[in-house]
């Protein structure tokens, strides 16, 4: 009986545990978001006044971003070899619909965005502290322009939304 008794406790412990968590973490009712549909209080600065967040869809200037599906790879050379291998995503500001046009367009796109890496690359832009603020400013506005330059003003920005350098042993 007492090889039993331990095993039931810990299960009721457990699932009591889980129906607590399970009310406490539960979405708010449907009643709740009709008052404010983020589910949340909007925070006020000192004069009383609230920061509302901008629905794009209702924002005539809103913005969406359209993420690259395939990241780049570029090489970087010293001395006539492969000293590192610099890994890249991009993500494309664009108006809010623009999305599409992205992804149709991404052939070009990631052909004028390697040229730029590889400039970039042969510069020494991902040399030494290549993730610095001023080698991090250079580098997306020469994909901005790189990309308004392919699509036009289709295009509002540029994002570098991960980068990686691994050194070649």
Do not use: W
């Not at 406790?9 to 009643?31: K, M, R």
């Not at 209702?58 to 291998?85: C, H, K, W």
Request: overall charge negative.
């Amino acid at each position: 009986m007492k090889k039993l008794l331990l095993p039931l406790v810990l299960l009721i412990i457990g699932a009591g545990s889980g129906v607590g968590a399970g009310l406490f973490l539960f979405p708010p009712s449907h009643d709740d978001l009709a008052e404010n549909p983020c589910g949340e209080v909007p925070a006020s600065d000192d004069h009383g006044e609230t920061d509302v967040a901008i629905d794009p869809e209702t924002d005539p200037e809103g913005s969406e971003y359209a993420r690259l599906n395939n990241q780049f790879v570029v090489p970087v050379i010293e001395d006539g070899r492969v000293a590192a291998m610099v890994v890249l995503s991009l993500s494309v500001e664009v108006p809010v619909g623009g999305k599409e046009f992205v992804f149709i367009q991404e052939p070009k796109l990631r052909d004028v965005f390697l040229q730029v890496l590889f400039d970039h690359a042969n510069i020494g832009g991902f040399e030494g502290a290549f993730t610095s603020s001023r080698n991090m400013g250079i580098l997306r506005t020469a994909l901005r322009d790189s990309a308004v330059g392919a699509m036009g003003d289709r295009v509002l920005d540029v994002m570098i939304v991960d980068i990686v350098r691994q050194d070649v042993q």
